[in-house]
T-cell receptor, first 115, second 112 residues
Framework: GAGVSQTPSNKVTEKGKYVELRCDPI?????LYWYRQSLGQGPEFLIY????????DSGLPNDRFFAVRPEGSVSTLKIQRTERGDSAVYLC?????????????FGPGTRLTVL | GENVEQHPSTLSVQEGDSAVIKCTYS??????FPWYKQELGKGPQLIID?????GEKKDQRIAVTLNKTAKHFSLHITETQPEDSAVYFC???????????FGSGTRLLVRP
């Protein structure tokens, strides 16, 4: 079946602009996660959704970052007033139930470059 | 917060040899330990995972061992092949936690 998909695959923007990154999870998965991966490092947790609600947003670096999942499926990560330090690969993952031993399946990521 | 250290950062082996990557952690409440393989330009792909009630798990050429007392877990790849070349990440989840904490990655190169 189809895996997690993310669009766009690449996004180049200018400092100060607004960007939206989209994630389509595996069909039927109730839990959705966003991570950020800087060059040469492991992914770092940003936010976790169980259904439509953000159950844990403790990883969002500041209030310029926001994410939604209005219908419990597709999610959008929104970044306002982008900064050069926001450049990274943004990864989305989904899991069936969101339990503490649930397997998380990752998408290919969106590479964000802020000039 | 929880932290996981991964070693080595790079590993080069001859085709057919074994490769071992080790991770150590500090929170004894951690109960789920997956390993991911990431190829260039792609997202992490789960290759094997182990839960805290199991000491070892094997899937063909790949095995993971967990020592909860010493707080470390290791990935073992036998009979390595060039297509095993990638970056490998260990990760863990704490008790009642949903987020994965990742190690810093190991770049594995298998020389033909």
């Amino acid at each position: 079946g189809a895996g997690v998909s993310q669009t766009p695959s690449n996004k180049v923007t200018e400092k100060g602009k607004y960007v939206e990154l989209r994630c389509d999870p595996i069909s039927g998965h109730t839990a959705l996660y966003w991570y950020r991966q800087s060059l040469g490092q492991g992914p770092e947790f940003l936010i976790y959704f169980q259904g439509t609600g953000a159950a844990d947003d403790s990883g969002l670096p500041n209030d310029r970052f926001f994410a939604v999942r209005p219908e419990g499926s597709v999610s959008t990560l929104k970044i306002q007033r982008t900064e050069r330090g926001d450049s990274a690969v943004y990864l989305c993952a989904s899991s069936l139930l969101g339990s503490d031993t649930d397997t998380q399946y990752f998408g290919p990521g969106t590479r964000l470059t802020v000039l | 917060g929880e932290n996981v250290e991964q070693h080595p950062s790079t590993l080069s082996v001859q085709e057919g040899d074994s490769a071992v990557i080790k991770c150590t952690y500090s929170d004894s409440a951690s109960n789920y330990f997956p390993w991911y393989k990431q190829e260039l330009g792609k997202g992490p792909q789960l290759i094997i995972d182990i839960r805290s009630n199991v000491g070892e798990k094997k899937d063909q050429r790949i095995a993971v061992t967990l020592n909860k007392t010493a707080k470390h877990f290791s990935l073992h790849i036998t009979e390595t092949q060039p297509e095993d070349s990638a970056v490998y990440f260990c990760a863990l989840k704490g008790d009642s936690s949903y987020k994965l904490i990742f190690g810093s990655g190991t770049r594995l190169l298998v020389r033909p």
